[in-house]
């Protein structure tokens, strides 16, 4: 498997990063998140560790903006964006991609796969533009083929999705994302189920775009790959964050003892 150096195709557009500040939320009477703050700067790998059920999903949600906080504020280099106009607030989704546990892919090929999440993220006009090349006879499908490169596929791309391995569909899910170009990438438990190949595969991929200037938030169960692709990691308990740190700090000298009891495999609740 040969894999190719992704480029960007346009200039990074976050300069501050993309963070919570003091957020909580919750669902009906129950919540999940108690003022919570974070975030994650372009050129760096956050790793989210925590038991199951203490909200690490729930916070890449937020900051994907899939949920509204009930309190405290998602800002995109500075701003609220719950405070921008809709339209506003579209322009700064379009700059967040996200991969879930579950790759979802529909029945087609694998390169319509792809495709299909760059142009839900297109706004009309480049939509519209995209179009009339396409009437002119002028293709641009060169960014859809170099991001199936960065995780090995680009040779699958005429494939059925459907005929993949449940690796390989992970694998297809994060060059979907990786496809629109966006400022930051967040993955939720994307190698949780993969074999050590195709989890090498991804690591290696959130490699390339931390590279290439992307802020990556990874949610994990898995100490040793946080470990391995961290450049901070951020300790989850019952909706809080309890220590964040660089990451070798973090795994040796942990500041709160539930964190080092939790990274001793203790039990902390």
């Known amino acids: 498997m040969q894999q190719r150096r ?22 009906a009477d129950n919540g999940v998140l108690d003022e919570v703050t974070f975030g994650v700067a372009p050129g760096e790998t956050v790793a989210i560790i925590g038991p199951s059920g203490t909200g690490k999903t729930t916070l890449l949600r937020l900051l994907s903006l899939f949920y509204q906080p009930d309190t405290g504020t998602v800002e ?52 519209i533009a995209r179009w009339l090349s396409r009437l002119r006879g002028e293709h641009a499908n060169g960014d859809i083929t170099e991001a199936l490169e960065v995780v090995g596929l680009a040779d699958a791309e005429g494939q059925s999705a459907s005929s993949l391995s449940g690796g390989q569909k992970q694998r297809v899910a994060f060059a979907r994302a990786l496809a629109y170009d966006p400022d930051f990438l967040l993955l939720d438990e994307p190698t949780s ?77």
């Open 193 to 269: 189920d993969l074999d050590p190949r195709n989890t090498a595969v991804i690591e290696e991929a959130i490699e390339t775009a931390r590279r290439q200037g992307l802020g990556v938030a990874v949610a994990t169960h898995d100490m040793h790959q946080a470990e391995r692709i961290a450049d901070r990691v951020a300790v989850m308990l019952e909706g809080r964050l309890i220590e964040v740190g660089p990451a070798e700090q973090v795994f040796t000298m942990p500041e709160d003892p539930r964190a080092r009891k939790f990274i001793e495999g203790e039990l902390v609740y």
């Open 76 to 127: 995109m280099d500075g701003a609220d964006v719950w405070a921008l106009s809709e339209r506003e607030r579209l322009d700064v989704r379009r700059r967040v991609g996200m991969v879930f546990q579950e790759a979802n892919l529909f029945d087609a090929t694998v390169r319509r796969n792809v495709e299909y999440g760059r142009h839900i993220r297109r706004s009309w006009r480049d939509r």
């Open 6 to 27: 992704w480029k960007r195709k346009r200039k990074r557009r976050a300069e501050n990063g993309l963070a919570v500040t003091n957020v909580s939320h919750g669902f």
